[in-house]
């Protein structure tokens, strides 16, 4: 009789309440993980996972992000951008991915309607009402505020 894979299940608890699931049940060891933040559905998958320590809220990070639709036409995109993470400078869903990433590191996260502009768009109809959005980024740096 074969034997199966053993499966592990890894759960944490981030800022503000909302939940860190990290899911690694049967992924080989070439699988990103993949992570969940909060009930509102932000999926997130580490491509790269950086060095140093973890991004945390009231850090200042500067980060390269590409902001995609629904049909993967760039919406927004920058080389550098910086900021206070949780000071309300970005939408709720940038600031949920950079959250525990390290310098270096990438993720590719899925940001649901909820934790950008919503019901309303943005940009004159660039962003369309109720899109899910992918967020392509990278974490260049990290330091105490």
């Known amino acids: 009789m074969a034997r199966r894979p053993e499966t592990t299940s890894r759960f944490a608890r981030c800022g503000a309440g ?4 990290v899911m690694c049940g049967m992924m080989t060891a070439c699988d990103p993980p993949v992570i969940s933040i909060s009930e509102t559905a932000v999926t997130v998958v580490d491509e790269d996972g950086g060095k140093g320590r973890p991004a945390a809220m009231g850090d ?3 980060i390269k992000y590409r ?5 993967g036409r760039v919406v927004l995109e920058h080389d550098r951008f910086s900021f206070t993470l949780g000071a309300g400078v970005v939408i709720a869903g940038v600031d949920d991915a950079v959250v525990g990433m390290r310098q270096a590191g990438k993720r590719q996260v899925l940001v649901p309607p909820q934790k950008h502009w919503g019901r309303a768009g ?3 109809g660039a962003i369309k009402p109720n899109a899910t959005l992918t967020l392509h980024v990278q974490l260049l740096s ?3 505020a």
């Not at 909302?18 to 699931?21: E, G, K, R, S, V």
């Open 142 to 144: 990290v330091r105490k």
């Open 67 to 71: 902001l995609e639709d629904e049909n």
């Open 18 to 21: 909302a939940a860190l699931t």
């Open 60 to 62: 200042y990070v500067t």
């Open 122 to 124: 943005y940009g004159n």
